[in-house]
């Protein structure tokens, strides 16, 4: 879609008088965050895969809302910085696992679950802390495959569980801000058209070195330390680039359509679902572009 100048500034002037009788969202998103936890304290959790995902996830808790308990990661290293960044925040050091089942077995009390891992793992990992009797928080995409989905949808309607997709946007005050006092309110009349834009000017390839000179992730199903640092760049763990971040990117359309999705794992396996369809023609060019194998 491209536009002329003139096109270009007569939109500008309708969009800011448009926006000039709109709450400032600013204000929307600190209401937002001024909302206390519930009542029953701070949900007991565990927390699987406290990588460079993992991290930011880690750094988002607040002690009014949860209360982890464990961590757990295949790598050790990674378990040392999650274990120490929550002492140094004030956290009780908490429990260490190597393996997920593990840590569902001999951690009494735990109420939640949050996954961080590598892609192909979700279905297995979130099935599994369903049917254990936990809610999980599981990050995006949902799963590997569209099967996947349904295999976790299930076990949260059996279970009786709480299954969130980590679709953070559709809870951004901002987001949410744009739709209720521009889009639903019909600023801007009939959308037709919305453009999305992603820049990342480094290398998607990591040169992290492994925790010791003889490490190997070989019995949890990585040939090798390339295959489970750079698991994105391998088609068997993350089937490439774009339904990674495409996924990210169709949030906002798929939330300012009307009416907005709900933000739950129906809205995400939605997501995926097309997501995955399309990675076998759309993405083929693109994936292999980004050296994914």
Known sequence: MVLTPAEIALGRRNFMKALAGVPPLLAF?????????????????GF??????????????????????????????????????LVKLGWAAPHRYEEWRDMLAKEEGLEAVIIATPLWNHAEMTVGCLEAGKHVLVEKMMAYDVEGCRQMAEAARKSSRVLEIGYNRFYAPHYRAAYEHVVRAGLLGEIHHARLMYHRNRSWRRDTPPPSAGYSPARWGYPSWDHLV????????????????????????????????????????????????????????WNTHRGVR
């Open 230 to 285: 750079n698991w994105r760049l391998y088609r068997k763990y993350s089937q490439g680039w774009w339904p990674s971040w495409a996924g990210t990117r169709s949030v906002p359309p798929t939330y300012f359509s009307t009416p907005p999705p709900p933000p739950s794992w129906e809205a995400a396996a939605s997501i995926a679902s097309r997501i995955v369809r399309s990675t076998t023609t759309s993405s083929s060019r």
């Open 48 to 85: 699987i895969g406290p990588g460079r995902q993992g991290k930011v996830l880690l750094g988002q808790c607040r002690k009014e809302f949860i209360d982890l308990r464990a961590v757990c990661d295949i790598n050790p290293q990674r378990l040392d910085e999650a274990s120490d960044s």
């Open 29 to 45: 998103g600190a209401a937002a965050a001024l909302r206390g936890p519930r009542a029953g304290g701070p949900v007991k959790a």
